[in-house]
């Protein structure tokens, strides 16, 4: 059977659907309890600069240790030499 305009009813229902990727929109889904207007949390990417702020730190931290460590045992050997 063919649909509106030619189109059988699984190319109309993927013509037709609702999409909000790639656009930064938030669609309020009905029945949720989330009212209109506000948004308990903003809308962000997969990273933020909290993020890489902490990652930033964690590899200072890494590298750091490692340099210390290197001395250290450096220092170990020269002592059994």
């Given at each position: 059977w063919q649909g509106k305009r030619g189109m059988n009813t699984s190319q109309r229902s993927v013509k037709e659907a609702k999409s909000r990727?790639?656009?930064?929109?938030?669609?309020?889904?009905?029945?949720?309890?989330?009212?209109s207007g506000g948004f308990s949390m903003m809308p962000r990417g997969p990273v933020s600069w909290p993020a890489l702020g902490l990652v930033?730190?964690?590899?200072?931290?890494?590298?750091?240790?490692?340099?210390?460590?290197?001395?250290?045992?450096?220092?170990?050997a020269m002592g059994k030499i």
């Amino acid at each position: 059977w063919q649909g509106k305009r030619g189109m059988n009813t699984s190319q109309r229902s993927v013509k037709e659907a609702k999409s909000r990727a790639g656009t930064g929109n938030i669609e309020v889904v009905e029945g949720t309890g989330e009212g209109s207007g506000g948004f308990s949390m903003m809308p962000r990417g997969p990273v933020s600069w909290p993020a890489l702020g902490l990652v930033a730190v964690v590899a200072a931290s890494a590298v750091s240790y490692y340099k210390i460590e290197r001395e250290r045992r450096l220092e170990e050997a020269m002592g059994k030499i």
